[in-house]
């Protein structure tokens, strides 16, 4: 897997136009929603971003985006929960605010709602690209009709 920022610039000008991440293999699914253009504020110049609108993609890159946020979630979910109810687990029990007893109960309970909040903060960041995606479209189409 490559992980590459790419900051766009100008070709024409040198304007510096912003930054978008590119990434091969397995995550390349989860960061190809955007505009494949975007215009040069200074000249005006037409320039690729490498993305397309969720829109415009086929069935089957639909599908790769959500596998590959429901995969990312999963792995996550699973190291960032353990690591939580690892730390608590021994916090407590540092403490003596548990008995041996109940660790295991402990460090499920904080499993779980570490896992519920980051599968809540992945499906709400899918849910905005994709939004916002979709108001781009509604928005060209409403000014090629105007």
Known sequence: MHTEVRVLCCPDCGTTLGETVLHSGFQSGGTSIGPPTISCPNCGLLIDTGKSEWREKSTLQKTWFIASRVTWFSVSAFFLG?????????????????RNVDRQFYFFVVFGIASLLLGAL??????????????????????EII
């Open 82 to 98: 353990s690591l939580c109810g690892i730390v608590v687990v021994w916090g407590l029990d540092e403490n003596g605010f548990i």
């Open 122 to 143: 992945f499906c709400a960041n899918a849910i905005r690209e994709i939004r916002e995606s979709d108001r781009r479209v509604a928005k060209r189409i409403a000014e």
